[in-house]
């Protein structure tokens, strides 16, 4: 079992940066590929960006590239998102994901066996 608590969250103005963080605790993640992901009101949970825990080989979706950086810190267990150049799209619901499907594409929700909670992100124009 793995748990995921998000934090970070919060209001910021277009253009404005912040930075998400999510701890694991459980078993170790050695395997695992974690993932932040997001939902809009009226939208379907998208895909935002992904990291492999012991290469560290990362994977942004298109709209975030080049604004949005993920990262860990192996010692903490935790996994970071930080947002620059927010724009008032980004707004959502943020949450983070744990998986050891392999077989999987990173963007794939199924690839993904534990959630964390969410934290909320809204960017104001």
């Known amino acids: 079992q793995v748990q995921l608590v998000e934090s970070g969250g919060g209001l910021v103005q277009a253009g404005g940066s912040l930075r998400l963080s999510c701890a694991a605790s459980?078993?170790?993640?050695?395997?695992?590929?974690l993932a932040w992901f997001r939902q809009a009101p009226g939208k379907e949970r998208e895909f935002v960006a992904s990291?492999?825990?012991?290469?560290?080989?990362?994977y942004y979706e298109d709209s975030v590239k080049g604004r949005f950086t993920i990262s860990r810190d192996n010692a903490k267990n935790t996994v970071y998102l930080q947002m620059n150049s927010l724009k008032p799209e980004d707004t959502a619901v943020y949450y983070c994901?744990?998986?050891?499907?392999?077989?999987?594409?990173?963007?794939?929700?199924?690839?993904?066996?534990?959630w964390g909670q969410g934290t909320q992100v809204t960017v104001s124009s």
């Open positions: 994901a744990a998986g050891n499907r392999p077989w999987m594409p990173d963007g794939m929700s199924a690839k993904y066996s534990y």
């Open positions: 990291i492999r825990w012991n290469t560290g080989y990362t």
């Open positions: 459980g078993r170790t993640l050695s395997a695992d590929t």
